[in-house]
């Protein structure tokens, strides 16, 4: 017996599909399964979106791309304005990302390809370039650090990712360290990570002030540290020291601990940011000196040294970046 498989039904016109009135009855010796869960995640999930960044001019351009399978980018759509972030990421649930970048908090929907929407203001920073960490465990989103003229701030604000509106406090570094702090999160911890000084975390559920988790002092890297998690294990890729460097360093997000060698990029770079899947991360963009393309990604749970995945649809230093199966959702 032939198996007969239909995709979809349209009218002649091919606009709409058929209309269903009255009562209507299956007959099938077999079973038809109707969707369910949210509409948005319908599609299926494994999307990770690159926003915004310096190409050298800034860019309103946001890429997307598949985190299953290598590949390159595609055209996603575009932010509300020109701009860049530093490259500290963006914190998402599973059905939408929010950017914070001093000048704007814009979000977007993973199945969607219709660029950014306005989402509210951040408190406390303004400015293109804020370098603001991002980490999110699905439900909160955290804003750290960041710039606001002349001041580095030490402070830590929180969203909630599926509502719009302006951020509110939620707490501080308690060590000292300010500026642009690189994000890792499991479904109960945000870790961050700052060259030359203390690994900071503090529970989503908490507040207050943040606690150290390890010691990144003898890291000769200075700063332009990029990070992404699963929801087990972080890791921290390139750098400057003062030099670009290819060094990747990994840590247990549930016990504390300095990091551990991990492997190393293809080449080193800064100006670039990571994101990640339940099990892979992704190191995209960023200068070594010139701009590039490039998105290079490992393996989270072993250690071992980039591989080439794709390419963005355009070469830019300075982007955020955030994914709807990164490490706060949990696997």
Do not use: W
Not at 110 to 130: E, I, K, P, Y
Not at 150 to 175: Q, Y
């Amino acid at each position: 017996m032939s198996e007969l498989r239909i995709n979809n039904i349209t009218d002649r016109a091919g606009s709409s599909g058929p209309i269903i009135a009255g009562v209507s009855t299956v007959t099938s010796t077999s079973h038809m399964v109707m969707p369910s869960g949210p509409t948005e995640m319908r599609g299926g999930r494994g999307k990770a979106i690159v926003f915004v960044g310096a190409t050298p001019s800034t860019t309103t351009l946001i890429d997307a791309f598949n985190t299953v399978t290598a590949g390159n980018a595609f055209d996603f759509g575009d932010a509300s304005a020109a701009r860049y972030n530093n490259g500290f990421g963006g914190c998402a649930s599973a059905t939408r990302g929010v950017i914070a970048d001093g000048t704007a908090t814009e979000y977007v929907i993973f199945s969607s390809s219709g660029g950014a929407n306005d989402f509210g203001d951040h408190r406390v920073v303004s400015g293109s370039g804020a370098a603001i960490g991002h980490a999110a465990d699905g439900v909160r989103g955290l804003l750290a650090g960041g710039y606001n003229a002349p001041l580095n701030l030490n402070t830590i604000d929180f969203i909630t990712i599926a509502t719009t509106g302006n951020s509110s406090s939620f707490g501080e570094f308690d060590d000292g360290s300010t500026g642009g702090y690189s994000p890792m999160a499991s479904p109960t911890r945000a870790v961050f990570a700052r060259g030359g000084q203390n690994l900071n975390f503090i529970n989503f559920t908490s507040g207050g002030k943040t606690q150290i988790f390890g010691d990144m002092k003898g890291d000769s890297r200075t700063s332009h540290i990029a990070s992404c998690s699963s929801s087990t294990r972080g890791i921290m890729a390139g750098g400057e020291a003062p030099s670009r460097v290819n060094t990747i360093t990994f840590i247990t997000l549930a016990t504390l601990g300095n990091g551990t060698d991990f492997g190393d990029l293809l080449a080193g770079r800064n100006d670039h940011d990571a994101v990640s899947s339940s099990t892979r991360g992704f190191i995209v963009a960023g200068a070594n000196p010139s701009k590039t393309n490039s998105i290079e990604f490992v393996t989270i749970a072993s250690t071992g040294n980039g591989q080439e995945f794709g390419d963005l649809t355009q070469a830019r230093s300075q982007p955020s970046s955030c994914s709807d199966v990164h490490g706060g959702l949990g696997d």
